[in-house]
């Protein structure tokens, strides 16, 4: 078996007892026991034991959502649609809320904290790949913070909500990407007014000159920064 058929058949397992006994050691040697893969093995695939398996759990959920959002029609869409779509598509993929509730205890801890903002993070860089954003600049990472804050908040909603489908969450939702858009809204007629545009034009070559991850080699940090870039910006 390949390392991605070890955790996944861990993963399976494990599903079984998170609700008992969450995302835990007893979990994970649990898995280990009703798979009958060795310790050894199952130690090397997941070196950190249950907190791998909730964090591939998270990646499924990805996955499956990507899946979801590829079949979906998304032609005659506007796009902040398409977002709300997208986030749907991601919180129904967990089907179990119990799984979720316990990873949300997980990565509350202080030790797993980065972990979990990790994985959200992920997910919403993926819907705005996924959704063809082609930011190449700090609208990169504020795209990905702010969707990764509304894609949070509608998680730990859902998890309480017990309406008929889910549909106070759906509202909820709503409400969330419409303030997004309200903040783009004016943040793009500030950059219209000339009286703004001015007092901002420094600030704003300098944010111009950050770049997302995978920019020019060697930045050897996630995005880059050019100080050349930002002089020419600056004298433009």
């Not at 034991?49 to 998304?74: I, K, S, T, Y």
Request: net charge negative; with cysteine; proline share 5%.
């Amino acid at each position: 078996m390949t390392d991605s058929d070890v955790k996944s058949k861990l993963l399976q397992a494990a599903c079984l007892h998170v609700p008992f006994d969450g995302w835990s050691e007893t979990t994970f040697d649990a898995a280990v026991e009703d798979t009958g893969i060795s310790p050894a093995l199952a130690r090397a695939v997941c070196p950190r034991g249950a907190v791998d398996l909730a964090l591939a759990f998270h990646e499924q959920g990805d996955a499956e959502m990507l899946r979801r959002l590829e079949a979906a029609d998304l032609s005659d869409m506007r796009f902040r649609d398409k977002v709300t779509l997208a986030v749907r598509l991601r919180i129904e993929a967990a089907e179990d809320k119990e799984l979720v509730r316990r990873g949300m205890t997980l990565f509350a801890l202080p030790q797993h904290a980065l972990d979990g903002a990790q994985a959200i993070w992920r997910t919403a860089d993926r819907i705005w790949t996924a959704l063809g954003d082609s930011a190449d600049d700090v609208n990169w990472y504020t795209k990905r913070a702010t969707l990764s804050a509304v894609y949070g908040s509608t998680v730990l909603f859902w998890l309480g909500d017990d309406s008929e489908d889910h549909a106070r969450t759906w509202t909820f939702l709503d409400r969330r990407i419409a303030d997004v858009m309200q903040f783009e809204k004016v943040k793009s007629q500030a950059r219209a007014n000339p009286l703004v545009a001015g007092l901002m034009r420094g600030p704003l070559a300098f944010l111009g000159s950050i770049k997302p991850p995978n920019g020019p080699p060697g930045a050897g940090m996630p995005g880059s920064w050019s100080m050349q870039e930002h002089e020419e910006n600056t004298h433009d």
